[in-house]
Nanobody, 127 residues
Framework: QVQLVESGGGLVQAGGSLRLSCTAP????????VGWFRQTPGQEREFVAA????????VYSDSAKGRFTISRDNAKNTVYLQMNTLKPEDTAVYYC????????????????????WGQGTQVTVSS
């Protein structure tokens, strides 16, 4: 079992930046691929970005490319999502997710490919 805790959400004006963190208290987090997803009321959970267990591979949604950067520090059991040039349409609850992965497994983009989820952190971008 991997317990995930997200932090860093908040209210920001359009064009601003936020950095989300996803932390797991267990060192086994370093053996997990990790993804960020977001969800607004009444909508499906949407893929944002994901990173492989060693940080060597990452993938982004079209809406995140060029604005968001996912990274990780396995020594701190933490994955980050740096979000720049935020837009009102980025407003959502952001969730991190993890799954145990072998070294060659690419990070997944489907919510169903992840086994563990955090509680989410609200990001609100005002216009």
């Amino acid at each position: 079992q991997v317990q995930l805790v997200e932090s860093g959400g908040g209210l920001v004006q359009a064009g601003g930046s936020l950095r989300l963190s996803c932390t797991a208290p267990r060192p086994t987090f370093s053996r997990c691929n990790v993804g960020w997803f977001r969800q607004t009321p009444g909508q499906e959970r949407e893929f944002v970005a994901a990173i492989s267990r060693n940080g060597g591979s990452s993938v982004y949604s079209d809406s995140a490319k060029g604005r968001f950067t996912i990274s990780r520090d396995n020594a701190k059991n933490t994955v980050y999502l740096q979000m720049n040039t935020l837009k009102p349409e980025d407003t959502a609850v952001y969730y991190c997710a993890a799954r145990d992965a072998i070294l060659t497994m690419p990070p997944g983009v489907q919510p169903g490919s992840y086994h563990f989820w955090g509680q989410g952190t609200q990001v609100t971008v005002s216009s």
